[in-house]
């Protein structure tokens, strides 16, 4: 265990001097304790702003159910079996609107929680994770709202025709909510390669020879998580991630070896 008294390790580094700070066991369990705080008292008051438009966010959430039921001049109304579903729903709405609002906030306290081990040259990294992270998770919710999600809607209610339908609204918010932060929890891919490769875990040439394999461990997850089951909206869901995972390989390019075996060395020198 590192004594607290030990004063900021230095590392020469291109002609310069870098910094990366020692901190015992108790003061990472007090700034750990700290960064969850300051991220439950974010959330809990983006929640609440969320929770008094929940009605309004429920409406952007149905519009998708709502143009595919026109379309098959079926009725266009949503159901609930019991009493406090709908309560329970728009909490459930506030609570994870809340989250996604309150994100960059979360990210920056686990930004802040990490940065003390870090070099100074890596701490410019805070501003383009953040960015690329909500950037990427979003355009993958919109690629399922307005892609992926209508049309797996129209093929399902079209393949029922004949029957009457009876959607429940809890029913509907479960498989809404199942597609769209699953398909942003995806397109978050390159940000999960570029630190596998910043630490030495993965790098582009291992991605590229197991390319093959890789399109076929894509399709099988394409397939488990599409709510349907034709091969159309399998290559839907599909498509993105192959996508993603040749953005990936570059991501691991970028990212120089040099910079990790340098970190390697500086561990090993601080170890000492």
């Not at 960064?35 to 966010?57: E, N, P, Q, T």
Request: glycine content about 6%; overall charge positive; aromatic content about 16%.
């Amino acid at each position: 265990m590192p004594d607290p008294a030990v004063k900021p390790a230095r590392f020469a580094r291109g002609g310069k001097n870098e910094e990366m700070t020692s901190m015992s066991f108790l003061e990472h369990l007090e700034e750990l304790r700290r960064r969850l705080i300051y991220s439950l008292l974010g959330v809990g008051v983006a929640f609440f702003a969320c929770f008094y438009y929940a009605d309004r966010i429920f409406g952007l959430m149905q519009q998708p159910i709502m143009e595919a039921l026109q379309r098959n001049h079926m009725p266009e109304k949503l159901v609930y079996l019991n009493p406090t579903e709908p309560f329970n729903m728009y909490l459930k709405i506030g609570l994870l609107a809340g989250l996604f609002v309150a994100s960059p906030f979360v990210l920056y306290q686990v930004w802040m929680f990490i940065s003390p081990g870090l070099y100074r040259h890596e701490k410019r990294y805070v501003i383009p994770f953040m960015t690329s992270t909500i950037f990427l998770f979003l355009a993958g919710g919109f690629f399922g709202y307005k892609i992926v999600y209508p049309e797996a809607l129209d093929f399902l209610i079209g393949y029922g025709r004949q029957f009457q339908p009876m959607i429940t609204i809890g029913e509907y918010t479960d498989l809404f909510l199942t597609i769209i932060i699953g398909l942003g929890a995806i397109f978050e891919l390159p940000i999960l390669v570029f630190f596998l490769s910043l630490m030495g875990i993965v790098n582009a040439g291992f991605m590229w020879r197991n390319f093959r394999y890789s399109i076929l461990i894509i399709f099988i997850i394409a397939a488990i998580v599409t709510p349907t089951t034709d091969i159309m909206n399998m290559c839907i869901f599909a498509a993105p991630m192959v996508a993603l995972y040749v953005v990936s390989i570059g991501v691991a390019w970028l990212v120089h070896p040099k910079r990790r075996r340098a970190r390697r060395e500086a561990a090993a020198k601080s170890s000492e």
